[in-house]
């Protein structure tokens, strides 16, 4: 039995032939796409539970797949690029990514990015649904509403959520938060949670420019605080 289904999006035959010998020896499931044409037409059918895809192809390039790819799924998403720079990554976290690799890697750290996106929130103890008339969360439903319309939330973005609401009230440094969503193999990538955060406050806040949930620590991290219903049945 397979550890899971991931489609490996890329056009160059080398990298997706590496690919499928590493994962496959790993126990997972390979499927294949060459471009984001191709991977958007797989993704009609079958859902594979991660995509790794390149950022650059011809065609439908990387980002614009992703972007395709996260209006119709919550499917966790690696993308990899041979460009290192700030910019790249939060254009590709911005586009949808759960992560982001730099060619070339090391297949090791590969494997563990791929084992941190596919982690899930529901492997992690019960939390108590937070309810109030603008903003209602329930974690063991992964669904979120905010006033009246559900919101979709990306793998990561409701880890992340989680996470914050599970310590309510209490200031997160900005590596604890890194480390309990993506992994103990993250601790520098500041930058990941600035887009995440940013992400979730459009969605979940009246006003994401003054949030009232998401706060920001500065120097430290962030601080969820639960709407007045919630923060009072929490008290009782």
């Known amino acids: ?39 958007l037409e797989q993704l009609r059918g079958k859902q ?4 790794i895809l390149d950022v650059n192809m ?25 460009r290192s720079g700030e910019r790249d990554k939060v254009q590709a976290l911005d586009a949808g990514a759960d992560d982001y690799v730099v060619k070339p890697f090391g297949i090791e750290e590969l494997l563990a990015r791929i084992r941190a996106a596919l982690r899930r929130a529901s492997a992690a103890d019960p939390l108590a649904p937070v309810n109030s008339p603008d ?5 063991e439903r992964r669904r979120v509403v905010v006033r009246g319309q559900p919101v979709r939330l ?13 310590n309510a009230g209490k200031p997160l440094s900005h590596r604890g938060l890194l480390q309990a969503v993506w992994g103990p193999d993250y601790g520098e990538e500041t930058e990941y949670l600035r887009v995440f955060i ?18 920001t620590e500065p120097w430290i991290g962030y601080r969820f605080e639960l709407p007045a219903a919630s923060a009072s049945k929490a008290r009782h």
């Open 58 to 82: 011809p065609g439908i390039g990387g980002l614009e797949a992703c972007r395709e790819i996260r209006e119709r799924s919550d499917v966790p998403i690696i993308m990899l690029t041979v």
């Open 198 to 215: 940013n992400q979730l406050r459009k969605k979940i806040e009246p006003d994401p420019k003054n949030p009232r949930y998401i706060c």
């Open 48 to 51: 594979p539970d991660l995509v």
């Open 154 to 166: 990306t793998p990561k973005e409701f880890g992340l959520l989680r996470q914050l609401v599970a």
């Open 1 to 39: 039995m397979s550890l899971a289904t991931i489609l490996v999006v890329d056009d160059e035959p080398q990298i997706r032939r590496v690919m499928r010998a590493s994962l496959a020896s790993q126990g997972y499931e390979i499927t294949e796409a060459r471009s984001g044409e191709e991977a």
């Open 135 to 139: 903003l209602q969360i329930d974690f």
